[in-house]
Every structure is written in C-alpha cells, then in structure tokens.
C-alpha cells in the first residue's frame, strides 16, 4: 500500500510563499495522477492541482499564477510551491495519488499539512 508523506506547510504572512512537497513510499508506474486538495474548517476537500505522470498540470482557479505543481517521478515526489498567499488559501493540505488498477481506481491521502496565512 503505498504510503504518501508530506513536508513544507506551516505559517507566513500575507504575500509571503510557502512549499509543500509529497513523497511517496514506493515507486510510483504510469498511469498515474498526483494531486493536492485542501480543506478549510465546516468546508468540503476542495481540488486544488493536479500532475498527470507524464507532467500535464491542471490548478484551481483561485490559484492559478500562484500556484505550481511539479513532480518528480524518479524521486517519487510531487511538489506544490504557493506564492502570493492570502488569507483564503489557510486550509490542511493533502498530497493524493490515484491509480487506474484491476479494481478500477486506488485512491491514496497523506496526512495533512496546515498552511496558515496571517494578516
């Protein structure tokens, strides 16, 4: 079962920048898509970008310019760097891994970092 770590996060005033990578336990075989959401408190898990395997990028309009995602496949990490932060983007972010497989779709979630933006 593959297990997703993640590091970066933390707190930084507005307009500051912050980095959340997402390492995963083992190697990881396309087709694949890596993924962040976040979550605010009493709001739902929001889709915020996403990497297909081969490096297509997709990012939540509230984000984009902001936001970059990249991986790393021989390293088995995706990297989400956020800059021009604001007080909407405070959330826990979620590094996420799917795989097509027999069983249709597996689904991995890391644990959750908090990403504070202070005024």
């Known amino acids: 079962q593959v297990q997703l770590l993640e590091s970066g996060g933390g707190l930084v005033q507005v307009g500051g920048s912050l980095r959340l990578s997402c390492s995963a336990s083992?190697?990881?075989?396309?087709?694949?898509?890596m993924c962040w959401y976040r979550q605010s408190p009493g709001k739902r898990r929001d889709l915020v970008a996403i990497?297909?395997?081969?490096?297509?990028?997709n990012v939540k309009d509230s984000v984009k310019g902001r936001f970059t995602i990249s991986r790393d496949n021989a390293g088995n990490t995706v990297t989400l760097k956020m800059n021009s932060l604001n007080a909407e983007d405070t959330a826990v972010y979620y590094c996420?891994?799917?795989?097509?497989?027999?069983?249709?779709?597996?689904?991995?979630w890391g644990q959750g970092k908090q990403v504070t933006i202070s005024s």
């Open positions: 996420n891994y799917k795989q097509p497989d027999k069983a249709g779709l597996s689904e991995y």
């Open positions: 083992e190697n990881l075989w396309s087709p694949n898509t």
């Open positions: 990497i297909t395997y081969g490096g297509v990028t």
